[in-house]
């Protein structure tokens, strides 16, 4: 898809969805910056990915402060190409309803999630912009455009991100720069797994909610931006794109009437 040779950064990839897209990133030739917050784990990516060819290298930074993403950005540009996609997919989930929530947890959420989006987004537009191209994907989730119990921090937060994405778009359209969102449904994942056992939920419960009848794999997300990325959506741009199953736009009766 026209990728070849072109750099990417992707936050927060060291595991998961974000180690999956740098995966298919590096296997579409990309040159592929990693970051995450503790260098050994994003240390260890990078060597995964090393093994098998690709040019990818490490870039801890923790987003949510200014001068540590300035700084990676600019080693990116100096020490791995001109950046052409920056992936905004770091965040954390802290839950709570508004009764029992913590004053930090809903910080420490609103740091990652939409702060975080803000500080990476505005040091790749100020590279991008002199160039007049470039991709921006942000990496939300279907629990900004649906509600969710006990989960108002991350639903509030990663709304934001859904309209900063939007607002960015529109700012970017005449500087030739995309501006797209990513909203992943329930995804086959430990941290999936590992919520449905806090929970004491079965993963089929979870099933029971998605139309298509199975949960999302971290390669549907990835697909989905290398294509965004690509020449060949040059002029899609301020989109929101939910990889769910349907799960965000199926709302199953409850009660029925005899």
């Known amino acids: 898809m026209s990728l070849a040779g072109r750099c990417a950064l992707i936050t927060g990839a060291a595991r998961g969805i974000g180690f ?17 917050l503790d260098p050994g784990t994003t240390a260890g990516a990078v060597q995964e990915l090393a093994v098998a060819g690709h040019k990818v290298m490490a870039f801890p ?5 200014a001068s540590q993403v300035t700084a990676m950005i600019s080693r990116v540009e100096s020490e791995l190409g001109t950046l052409w996609l920056l992936v905004n997919n770091a965040g954390v989930f802290r839950s ?16 990652v999630d ?6 990476c987004s505005q040091a790749a537009v100020r590279r991008m912009i002199p160039r007049k191209d470039g991709r921006i994907i942000v990496v939300s989730s279907i629990a900004g455009k649906i509600v969710r119990t006990n989960q108002i921090a991350y639903c509030s937060a990663k709304a934001a991100a859904i ?9 970017m359209a005449p500087q030739g720069i995309t501006v797209n969102c990513l909203c992943p449904g329930m995804t086959d994942s430990e941290m999936l ?3 449905a056992r806090e929970r004491a939920v079965d993963l089929e419960d979870y099933l029971s909610m998605i139309p298509s009848g199975r949960l999302a ?3 549907d997300h990835a697909r989905t931006i290398e294509w965004l990325a690509s020449d060949e ?26």
């Open 20 to 36: 999956t897209i740098a995966r298919v990133l590096c296997e579409a030739g990309m040159h592929v910056g990693i970051n995450d």
């Open 61 to 65: 930074a923790d987003v949510t402060k």
């Open 96 to 111: 709570g309803g508004a009764d029992s929530l913590a004053e930090q947890d809903w910080d420490d959420t609103f740091a």
């Open 114 to 119: 939409a702060k975080g989006v803000f500080l």
């Open 163 to 171: 309209h900063f994405s939007r607002c960015l778009a529109v700012e």
């Open 193 to 195: 797994r590992q919520t």
């Open 217 to 219: 794999q971290a390669v």
């Open 233 to 258: 959506a040059r002029h899609i741009t301020g989109q929101v794109i939910s990889v769910d199953g349907g799960q965000s736009i199926y709302h199953p009766a409850t009660l029925s009437r005899r």
